[in-house]
């Protein structure tokens, strides 16, 4: 399994940016589809964006979908998630994953990183 480990959470102001990242451990990264999800306390893992393997296809959740825009560059092994217009909502754990293919099913993805938190406050 690929290692994954998510970087650039912090705090933001509502309608403000934040980049998060997910380097992995190994150049394998490349075949496999990125997804991000996020998890508030109490609450079942939420679907936030997906990327195909050569990161040509996309797909977003609809409450970020003109928000958040999600990218890849397979060189450096690194999945990114621009995240703009931030609103307090957004606040939570955000999680990036590996699939073998493009899906916003949890089940579908084995690897996981440890999670970063972002904090969206007024």
């Known amino acids: 399994q690929v290692q994954l480990v998510e970087s650039g959470g912090g705090l933001a102001q509502a309608g403000g940016s934040l980049r998060l990242s997910c380097a992995a451990s190994?150049?394998?990264?490349?075949?496999?589809?990125v997804g991000w999800f996020r998890q508030g306390p109490g609450k079942e893992r939420e679907f936030v964006a997906a990327i195909s393997a050569d990161g040509g296809r996309t797909y977003y959740a609809g409450s970020v979908k003109g928000r958040f825009t999600i990218s890849r560059d397979n060189a450096k092994n690194t999945g990114y998630l621009q995240m703009s217009s931030l609103k307090l909502e957004d606040t939570n754990v955000y999680y990036c994953?590996?699939?073998?293919?493009?899906?916003?099913?949890?089940?579908?993805?084995?690897?996981w990183g440890q999670g970063t938190q972002v904090t969206v406050s007024s």
């Open positions: 994953a590996t699939a073998s293919g493009i899906t916003d099913s949890p089940k579908d993805y084995n690897s």
């Open positions: 190994e150049r394998a990264f490349s075949v496999y589809a």
